[in-house]
Structure formats: structure tokens, C-alpha cells
């Protein structure tokens, strides 16, 4: 494999980058792919663009799949963008390798290898064995893997990457006082979420949330107010519900919360192991976990969704105690703040319950990523610095 900067392409191969950020825009078609990675496709002969694909979701034909297929014999010597290396295994589908071997593909162009020690360069070893040319163009790397943050985390750290998500008015509050916190934000920052759940692997939150609020915690997929294409686009993500889990340190939930009645699969997080006294519905799966400080390992809990559930992005939807937690014990690598052009004044709740502090720099800071006005509301988007 040749790795080549955008300022080493000779004359012949200058619209290369041009097709590798198609092959990435079309990665991002959908919200996500998991448990497997978003990866776009574009074939291309002669300076001209001959098909292009996207992986929908697990289970679905792979973008390069998608690419050839639209293509057919005219693939015969051209040459293969793909935002991620082609995998070399069979799982649910065929190894996108070889399908690109038997087309006749002359030349193929990745963004960055996958990070998945079942292909890790195998498949990059597969296609040269078979005489294809294979180009890693270097300055498309950092953005390929942050288009699949989730998948690259888990693949080489174990972890999701974890989302979360708070809602706020301009004076820190989530609620006033009595409780009362429907609504802070307005219709379109709900939607925002309801988009947010829909792209996440799974979602979170504690028990006191659930006994407060009763929530739902699934996609409502008529407040996702989106256009036609992006519905379409998305529609076999709005046919599910990302795993919905529960941090419930005693086992407290009644049976009849609306999160365990709605369907989906649900897991709770417990440090109770006499899980027998609750009859729970077969869609739930109670998972003990001892903790010598009473509280559920939060590690743990992420640890368990990446290892055991494939779990590539997690959001965090939580009151203040949990959601304070979670940054206490540095799991979370993203913020979403949604800030409301309104006052509850101060004897409301605040929105995080983090207290000790003695030094400014006891915790990690945030570096603002993204700053957009949705509705009336603001939408702040956040990296911890780790």
C-alpha cells in the first residue's frame, strides 16, 4: 500500500481528494451503521464518476457492494474510493475484497484502515496479492475516523464513545424547584434529540430519572421533524429502538415504567443480585455488578457496552447526580448543551451535581466544537479534554 499527502498526487490523479470527500459525504447518508461502521464508495474511470454506494446498516449489502452494483462490467480497470478498507471476512455479508477483486477494479483508494483486528490490513493485503493498486491518502484520515468516532474507540480502546446530553436555561437550571422542567427547550431541540437517540447505539439514564419522569427514552419518531430524503435515507433506523439501559443501583423499578412496557431491549445495570423478586418481561436482562462504594461501576456499565453488546455510540440522558458522575469518572468524550433563552432563577436544579471542588483544575475542560441556533434554543457541542 501507498501512503500519499494530497500534495504528492501527480497531474493524473488531482481529482482524487475531490472523490474521496464524495466517498466520505456519502459515508454520513445515514445517522449510523452500528454495530458496524458508516463507509461511502465511489467508483471512477477516466475521470469520470461511474457509481457510488453507502452501507445502511448491519446486515445490508457493504458500500463497495452497493458501488458495483450500479456499475456492473464497466468496473473493469477503474478505480474504487472507500472511506474505510474494504473488509476481507464473511459476516452477515460476502468480504468486500473480493468483490472488488472479481469486478476487475484496477485501483483502490482508502481514507484509513479498519481498525477491526479481523481485517486490519488484510484486506489491503488481499487486494495487492490479486494485483490491485492500493492508495492510503493520508489527509483524509482524521476526518474518516471521526466520522466513525464510536467504531475506532471500541475497535482500539474497548469503549463507546460517549454523548451527553443536557438541557439547561441561560442560568444553569433544568428545572424550577417543584420539579417541573416540561418544557425548557423548545419543539426543535426535542426533535434534535429525538435525531440523537436515533444515531446511538444505546441510550442512558438512572433510576431517579425513571421514578420522576416515567420516561419513554426510545426514538419518537413523529417529533423528528426532518426532510423527506433524510427520512427515507434513515427509515430502517426509525424501524428500531437503540438499547435502552438503566443505572438502578437497588433495583427499584416498577414493572410498569413506560421505559420497560414500550418494547426494545432493555438492560439494567444493578448492584442487587436477588433479581428474582422483579418479573420482568423477557426484553429485559438485569446484569449485577459489585461495587464496594454502592453505586454501580460506571466503567463497567460502558465497558459492558462495547464488549458484550457492540455498542459503538452511547448517550447519556440523566439528571444531575448520574450525568455529574459519568464526568467524575472521565467516560464521557462529548457534551451536547442545549441552552434555552430563558431564566428559572436560583433555587432551581442545577445541572450537574458535582461537588468537592477545590481547584479549577481538578476536572478536564471542554473545547466547543460546534456552536448553531436550532429553533430558539442554542446548540452547544463540546469535546472533553481529556
Known sequence: MKSVTNTQLDTTVLDWPTYMRRAIELSCSVWTATPNPRVGCVITKSGAMLGEGWHV???????????????????KGATAFVSLEPCSHTGRTGPCSEALIESGIQQVVIATLDPNPVVAGKGVEQMEQAGIEVYHLLDFEQEARS???GYFKRREHGLPFVRLKLAMSLDGRTALASGESKWITGIESRSDVQKLRASASAVITGINTVLQDDPFLGVRTADLTISDEERKLNSALLERQPLRVIIDSQLQIPGTSKILT?????????LNKNTAVKNFTDNVQVISNGSSNKRVNLQFVIESLASDFSCNEVLIEAGPSLSGAFIEAELVDELILYIAPRLLGSDGKPLLNIVGMQSLNEFAGFSVQQLIKIGEDVRLTLKVDH
Open 262 to 270: 414500550s418494547g426494545g431491549s432493555i438492560k439494567i445495570y444493578t
Open 147 to 149: 466520522v466513525n468516532a
Open 57 to 75: 446498516g448491519s446486515g445490508r449489502p457493504h458500500a463497495e457492494v452497493v458501488a458495483l452494483g450500479k456499475v456492473g462490467v464497466a468496473a
